[in-house]
């Protein structure tokens, strides 16, 4: 029987799915809340027992969009520094995710950070990952809050992500028309804590400015397949083995061994 994420990972080029283990994910909440309050200089009692609603208020300790820059950007250095944020979104959706790139798994070694307050002058415009990523990867967006409309982000389905590439290719400078396009088929997406949406590398996707009275905090991190083509980023610098299949091992020690 075809498994029903892929099947329609396959169709829509998204899905949304629930954590496997919800235990990981709250362990990897908790950490970006205490992260956040120490780099912000709060006390170490400043947190509540509530991290959603920590979270959700961060705004409150940000005086402007300089300052929710600056702890983004401080925010990815350092769990690039000290955690293996792809480990645990990987071991939180694993059931989800390995039907998508198989047992040999590759994940984006420092993952991307999004903070977003209310108003925060600075969306996501319209893109895609690929070609500058690889068109066999998965993105795994991964909110610490629940977002929903303009918190949070939008994407087009495969059909229409196409139906933007072939306008635009058409009439490349005809930038109306193309947002025409954009209003007519984006959809946003409602993602709560708990559930990641996974969605192809190769599909339009951005944000527009949080009108909601709450902050948008979420990662980004991407996987694929050891052998799947790469895109223009260094696999080296890119990467890290998150997990290789037996007949994968004994493959990469016979050559090993042969050479």
Not at 43 to 69: F, K, V
Not at 177 to 204: I, P, Y
Not at 232 to 245: A, G, N, Q
Request: hydrophobic share 40%; net charge negative; charged share 20%.
């Amino acid at each position: 029987m075809p498994d029903p994420v892929a099947s329609d990972f396959a169709e829509r080029g998204y899905c949304i799915v629930p954590a496997s283990d919800v235990e990981v994910l709250d362990r990897l909440r908790t950490t970006m809340r205490d992260t956040c309050y120490e780099l912000l200089g709060l006390p170490r009692d400043a947190g509540s027992a509530d991290i959603a609603h920590d979270l959700d208020h961060l705004h409150r300790h940000l005086p402007d969009a300089d300052a929710a820059a600056r702890l983004r950007l401080d925010l990815t250095k350092t769990l690039g520094d000290h955690a293996s944020v792809g480990r645990s979104v990987f071991a939180a959706f694993e059931r989800s995710i390995r039907p998508l790139v198989g047992h040999d798994v590759l994940s984006q070694r420092v993952a991307n950070v999004v903070l977003q307050p209310p108003g925060d002058p600075h969306p996501t415009v319209l893109h895609r990952d690929a070609p500058a990523n690889s068109p066999y990867e998965v993105i795994a967006w991964v909110p610490l809050v629940d977002c929903h409309a303009t918190k949070s982000m939008y994407l087009l389905d495969r059909q229409r992500s196409a139906a933007v590439l072939a306008f635009h290719h058409d009439h490349p400078d005809d930038p109306h028309g193309l947002q025409h396009l954009l209003d007519q088929h984006a959809e946003f997406v409602s993602v709560s804590f708990g559930q990641a949406l996974l969605f192809w590398s190769g599909l339009f996707h951005g944000s527009v400015i949080n009108a909601e009275s709450t902050t948008r905090l979420s990662l980004n991190t991407r996987f694929k397949s050891l052998f799947a083509p790469l895109g223009m980023k260094d696999p080296l610098r890119y990467f890290e083995v998150i997990e290789t299949s037996p007949l994968t091992r004994l493959g990469l020690a016979f050559q090993r061994d042969e050479g």
